[in-house]
């Protein structure tokens, strides 16, 4: 399925250096969505954008930056990151009427050295 | 909040029927139930949703009885293939934004 795709699929980074992960939906939906799975962890909701707004930050360290410039892409931007923030990012989708049917991109295998 | 509970894992054979129990005791009104698959290092794959009664698509069955106290996730005649992590979600289409809570899931292995 490509209705949401996201860019690198792994991505190794150092401490002190600045990334990029991009998702890119084309199920013409509105609310745009990034997680966090760790090893043996349940995935953990980070952002949730609707209409391009911010509508949720849970408790993320600001060495994540997401941005939403348009209901179609949405990326999440990494700096100064730590060793325990390697995990696989997963960015999802849904219609803004119903949250609970997402859409989710295959992610982004994230290893920081 | 509707909190969910589901069992830790399940075991199964190759062409048998697979029924996941999801309890969530204290839904609310207006919370729609739905359920996700999810394959080792890859993202969760929406299965089914429903709110009473009984829903089936290509893929799945969701039963829901009266009381909506539980649901119950039929996967009929499993393959390998569906070797896989089960999560139940409960919540209010309107307000799911805030509320969005995958838990641990169901662990299914299905055997030759």
């Known amino acids: 399925e490509t209705g949401v795709t996201q860019t690198p699929r792994h991505l190794v980074m150092g401490m002190t250096n600045k990334k990029s992960l991009k998702c890119e939906q084309h199920?013409?939906?509105?609310?745009m969505y990034w997680y966090k799975q760790s090893a043996k962890k349940p995935l953990e909701l980070m952002f949730v954008?609707?209409?391009?707004?911010?509508?949720e930050n849970n408790s993320v360290p600001s060495r994540f930056s997401p941005e939403c410039p348009n209901s179609s892409h949405l990326f999440l931007h990494l700096h100064t990151l730590q060793p325990e923030d390697s995990a696989l990012y997963l960015c999802?989708?849904?219609?803004?009427?119903?949250?609970?049917?997402?859409?989710f991109g295959p992610g982004t295998r994230l290893t920081v050295t | 909040l509707a909190k969910t509970t589901q069992p830790i894992s399940m075991d199964s054979y190759e062409g048998q029927e697979v029924n996941i129990t999801c309890s969530h005791n204290?839904?609310?009104?207006?919370?729609?139930i739905t359920w996700y698959q999810q394959f080792p290092s890859q993202g969760p794959r929406f299965i089914i949703q429903?709110?009473?009664t009984k829903v089936t698509n290509e893929v799945a069955s969701l039963f829901i009885p009266a009381d909506r106290k539980s649901s119950t996730l039929s996967l009929p005649r499993v393959s390998l293939s569906d070797t896989a992590v089960y999560y139940c979600?409960?919540?209010?289409?309107?307000?799911?934004?805030?509320?969005?809570?995958f838990g641990t899931g169901t662990r299914l292995l299905v055997s030759p």
């Open positions: 204290n839904i609310a009104t207006n919370d729609y």
């Open positions: 429903g709110y009473k």
């Open positions: 199920l013409g939906h509105n609310a």
């Open positions: 979600l409960v919540g209010d289409l309107n307000t799911g934004f805030q509320k969005l809570v």
């Open positions: 999802a989708s849904s219609p803004r009427t119903d949250p609970y049917e997402q859409y």
């Open positions: 954008y609707n209409f391009k707004e911010q509508t």
